[in-house]
């Protein structure tokens, strides 16, 4: 079975695009895990759709990984075959329209965008991820959040049918979206941006993003950025005088700089842990457990996580 993978793997991509025991920890931006028994790179919408279907066919487990910046890999690696979107086309679309393959990284769509004068995603400079895990988690900055700026997916069901989802029906909310409860797989994204009257000023926005980012987060070390989501205003009661905000929290418990192993709670920013050199996923574990006992312990209050476990 895993044999007759690999073949039609490589006859599909290519050699150098399959791997077998391929390390993740350096295709991810925390740098741990373990291995994936399978890996292939896909370098568009049609190559990921192929992918998916050979190892469908193959009768084994997918995971799709992108950017690799919001994820924890354990360990232990992850079974069965991780397909790798990198890159993809970009295109005008109707009158306002741009379509991006879910490989595409956020940062160079923000340079596409900027490029051809259209507003709106200016601001989502130095977003380290693809479109497809954009749409995934549903990325958020400064208040805004990639929803608003979506038109329809076009994804993959579990009956293995692609159709166009009008970004209503994608379930969004706060780091959410349908794809996290179907498993279905986003192949492309319809965005509908505006011209801008002032081009000038998007390159503006875009400065200002990554100055921002640079001032607030600590962008020399691994990590994956926001360990947790902020926690919901309506469910989850925040202690008065407290930021509604898990970071806030963590710190407020006392854990900014606090280590387990390699993993330490930034001191930049509490929602960040970084891996401080040598960390196992099973450290970074540790704390992020730590954490939400301690918050919980202290303030009532019960952290989420943001990012995605991968692996056992
Ligand atoms: C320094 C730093 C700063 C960050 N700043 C922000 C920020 O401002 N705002 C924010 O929201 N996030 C931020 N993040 C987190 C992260 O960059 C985003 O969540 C990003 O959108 C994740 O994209 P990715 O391609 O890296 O996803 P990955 O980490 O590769 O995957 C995340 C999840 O999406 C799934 N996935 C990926 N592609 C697809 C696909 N095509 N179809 C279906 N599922 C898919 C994966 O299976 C996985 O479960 C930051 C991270 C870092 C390291």
């Known amino acids: ?18 791997r077998r025991g391929a390390r993740l920890a350096p295709l991810t931006t925390f740098k741990v895990g373990g291995a994936a ?15 998916l279907r ?3 066919g193959a009768n084994v487990p997918v995971t799709v990984l992108g950017g690799g910046s919001n994820v ?4 232990a690696g992850v079974r069965g075959l991780v397909i790798r979107t990198r890159g993809g086309a970009t295109a005008a679309e109707g009158t306002s329209g741009v379509r991006a393959d879910a490989g ?10 900027i490029g051809r004068g259209l507003a709106g ?19 958020h900055y400064g208040g805004r959040s990639i929803a608003e700026l979506i038109t329809s997916v076009r994804l993959v069901t579990r009956d293995h049918e692609v159709v166009e989802v009008s970004a209503s029906d ?19 994204v319809l965005f509908a941006l505006a011209p801008s009257s002032d081009p000038g000023a998007l390159r503006e926005d875009a400065r200002a993003s990554l100055a921002h980012r640079k001032r607030t987060q600590p962008l020399d070390t691994p990590s994956a950025g926001c360990i947790f989501q902020n926690p919901d205003p309506v469910r989850d009661r ?14 407020r418990a006392g854990l900014k700089g606090h280590a387990i192993g390699g993993a330490r709670v930034s001191t930049a920013h509490a929602n960040f842990i970084i891996n401080d050199g040598g960390a196992s996923a099973s450290d970074i574990r540790a704390l992020i457990d730590l954490c939400r006992a301690e918050v919980r312990a202290r303030f009532g209050v019960t952290l989420r996580e943001e990012i995605r476990y991968l692996g056992a």
């Open 1 to 18: 079975m895993s044999t007759n993978l690999f073949d039609q793997l490589v006859a599909a991509f290519g050699g150098d695009r399959v």
């Open 37 to 51: 028994d399978w890996l292939v790179e896909v370098q568009d919408a049609h190559e990921l759709e192929r992918a």
């Open 54 to 56: 050979i190892a469908w």
């Open 72 to 75: 924890l890999v354990s360990d």
């Open 104 to 113: 595409v990284s956020v940062n160079s769509l923000v340079g596409w965008t």
């Open 121 to 139: 995603f200016a601001a989502w400079a130095g977003t380290p991820g693809s479109v497809g895990g954009a749409v995934f988690g549903n990325a």
């Open 170 to 188: 994608m379930e969004f909310g706060s780091d959410r979206s349908r794809l996290q409860r179907t498993g279905e797989v986003a192949l492309s």
């Open 238 to 251: 925040v202690p008065d005088g407290i930021p509604v905000s898990a970071g806030a929290l963590i710190d």
